[in-house]
């Protein structure tokens, strides 16, 4: 398959589907009126070539990127001169996404990330504008007739990390803004990322004297398989009757393909791979084979009228078992079309792809019955929930993980299950591993570190370290990688443990807000954890029945600081003879606890003294005895 290297203009119109469903002729009048006053003759005027028409939007390829940002912007001062001689409702309006990047050519079809960047910065852009890619930006400033504005560092769906983004900019002597990165652990000169973008464009890597300060360019990495699974999405079958309603069938099996496409973790085979079994009916074990894919993701999608339903099938290709399944209901009209579809393919990724997803949980599966020193380096790294409530787990990694290590020093997962394992080990006081509790903590931080250096967009990878940096004192620390955790998205699961930590830190608002997200996104996911945390956020807001409603699903009768939630809000509602109950509960799971100890805990993780006051206030009502520690200071809200 030839390569080149192209300037991609994608376009798209706004609102469409919306617009169809209310005056479909009109609208096919106002695209062809736009295709042949506007958009075809700019395009030949600037020597580029229509790739692809898709009803609603438009591929363009063109030789020189001065030429694709020129056509962009007369496009879009075209198209705005020709809507104010028109009445809103019959004004058609552009999304336009300009890349200069490598593409690969199949016929007269265009593939490649130079295609998919355009596409995704098309799909980010607002109504009339034009967003363009820093390369673009780079290439055309002081040559196009118009100027950039810079709009910082964006994660565009599906693209692996994050994506400097221009707005074109009418006034022609704005300059392009060339700002140093801000992203923590970049370090690169204004020089040294410019240079980056070319040498990436370029397909090479030149040494210079100023390395150290940037950012380098792993070709090997890049083009590495995931070392996960290998996911297989059919085209759902459309089961409304109607064949005009395809492209909601095919919509739904796209966006779940690039969804899934966020977890690095899986090998999410694309859409022209496997929508070629359409309507076949093979049977999943052959298709495994054919696509040497582990899972098969089926479903069918049936509209009627203003309902619409969605069931999905994961099944596993080896054993042909169907390891998850769900039924999805909508209300659905010509306005929300996008929302439901949105709505629906992430919470079939979120089931199927993140930490406690489908694939996860069934390879957990098979590696709790495989002996320790038989666990491939996936399979060995795979262990996350486990770890707290199973010491056979937290052996299985022991004897496995220094061997992961020693044989693959850069692969990131081992990094991060050594730092999660350490961290286990030093929150249970379980001496699995050898040093004091001060020479663990620095192994673990280091080990976290590590992880984090070879893979710096993995939100567990943050997540382990933050709270590590948490148990080290450093706040300030835990709250800028959970920042960049939730910048990196991709795994409410990730998202959710964020929203806990960051509801014990003191953090309420948005961490119960990313807690109730996980929850709504994938009921059967929660844990209990989470409910402690939601607990603790009602407790704190003064609404004390529902804290006691979230503390009672948080319970863990052997784990005697999930019980706590549930004491201090029954202290607080003054529910005598229940509160009785759980305080022996409590003590029957910790002898002898005392409100030092519960203070301890809370002070550990870094939660301000001002937020322990109210918990050690409920707890002296139920009639726990003091123990000694040091005097909490009201004033300290961290």
């Known amino acids: 398959m030839e390569r080149r290297l192209a300037a991609i203009l994608a376009a798209d119109v706004v609102g469409y589907t919306r617009l169809m469903g209310a005056d479909e002729h009109a609208v096919l009048e106002a695209l062809k009126a736009l295709r042949s006053e506007i958009f075809d003759p700019l395009v030949e005027k600037h020597h580029g070539r229509i790739v692809k028409l898709m009803g609603d939007g438009a591929l363009v ?34 999304r336009i996404g300009v890349n200069l990047g490598d593409v690969m050519i199949d016929g007269d079809d265009l593939y490649g990330d130079g295609v998919n960047i355009a596409a995704r910065l098309e799909a980010a852009s607002e109504p009339g504008d034009v967003y363009v890619s820093d390369v673009v930006a780079a290439q055309a400033a002081g040559k196009a007739v118009v100027g950039f504005e810079y709009l910082g560092e964006r994660r565009l769906k599906n693209i692996s990390g994050l994506v400097k983004i221009y707005r074109l900019s009418s006034d022609s002597a704005v300059k392009i803004h060339r700002p140093i990165s801000r992203r923590r652990g970049a370090g690169a000169t204004v020089g040294g990322t410019l240079l980056l973008v070319a040498a990436i464009v370029a397909w090479q890597i030149m040494d210079r004297p100023d390395a150290d300060k940037t950012v380098a360019f792993d070709e ?125 393919t992430e919470r079939v990724a979120v089931a199927i792809g993140d930490t406690r997803g489908a ?201 005697w600081w999930s019980m706590v939630p549930e004491v201090v809000a029954l202290a607080k509602l003054g529910r005598t003879d229940d509160l009785e109950r759980a305080r022996k509960r409590l003590e029957a799971a910790r002898p002898g606890v005392k409100v030092a100890d519960i203070v301890w805990v809370y002070r550990r993780y870094q939660r301000p003294d001002a937020l322990i006051v109210p918990f050690v206030e409920m707890l002296r009502t139920a009639g726990f005895p003091e123990g000694k520690y040091r005097t909490l200071d009201p004033k300290d809200s961290g």
């Open 61 to 94: 390829e063109f030789a020189s990127v001065v030429d694709a940002v020129n056509c962009a912007a007369e496009i879009q001062w075209g198209l705005a001169e020709r809507n104010a001689k028109l009445p809103p409702e019959q004004r058609l309006e552009l």
């Open 220 to 344: 090997d990495a890049m083009l590495a398989r995931p070392t996960g699974p290998t996911i297989a999405v059919l085209a759902f079958d459309n089961l409304s009757g109607d064949p005009s309603k395809n492209y909601l069938s095919n919509g739904i099996s796209e966006d779940v393909i690039i969804e899934l496409g966020h977890y690095r973790d899986l090998n999410v085979l694309s859409r022209h791979t496997t929508f070629a079994f359409r309507g076949q009916h093979q049977d999943v074990r052959k298709i495994g084979e054919t696509l040497n894919a582990d899972f098969v993701l089926e479903g069918t999608v049936r509209q009627a009228g203003d309902r619409l339903r969605v069931t999905a099938r994961l099944i596993d290709t080896q054993s042909r078992a169907q390891v998850w399944s769900e039924l999805f209901d909508d209300d659905l009209t010509a306005v929300n079309l996008f929302d439901v579809q949105s709505r629906i």
């Open 359 to 559: 694939v996860r949980r069934t390879h957990e599966q098979r590696a709790r019955a495989k002996p320790p020193e038989h666990l491939s380096s996936y399979e060995c790294t795979m262990f996350y929930d486990d770890l707290y409530d199973r010491p056979d787990v937290q052996e299985r990694v022991y004897n496995c993980i220094e061997r992961v290590i020693q044989e693959e020093p850069n692969y990131w997962r081992a990094w991060a299950q050594l730092a999660e394992a350490l961290r286990v080990d030093l929150s249970f006081f379980n001496n699995r591993y050898e040093g004091s509790y001060a020479e663990k903590l620095d192994r673990a931080l280091s080990a976290a570190k590590k992880s984090k250096a070879l893979n710096p967009d993995s939100a567990r990878v943050r997540l382990v370290l933050g709270i590590l940096l948490l148990m080290n004192g450093d706040r300030v620390g835990f709250f800028a990688e959970a920042e960049d955790a939730l910048a990196i998205g991709g795994d409410r699961s990730v998202e959710a443990e964020f929203g806990y930590w960051l509801v014990w830190t003191g953090r309420f608002e948005l961490g119960a807000a990313l807690l109730q997200r996980a929850i709504d996104l994938d009921p059967g996911s929660t844990v209990k954890d989470w409910h402690q945390a939601l607990a603790e956020y009602h407790f704190h807001k003064g609404d004390y029945e529902r804290a006691l409603a979230e503390a009672k699903k948080g319970v863990l009768l052997d784990y």
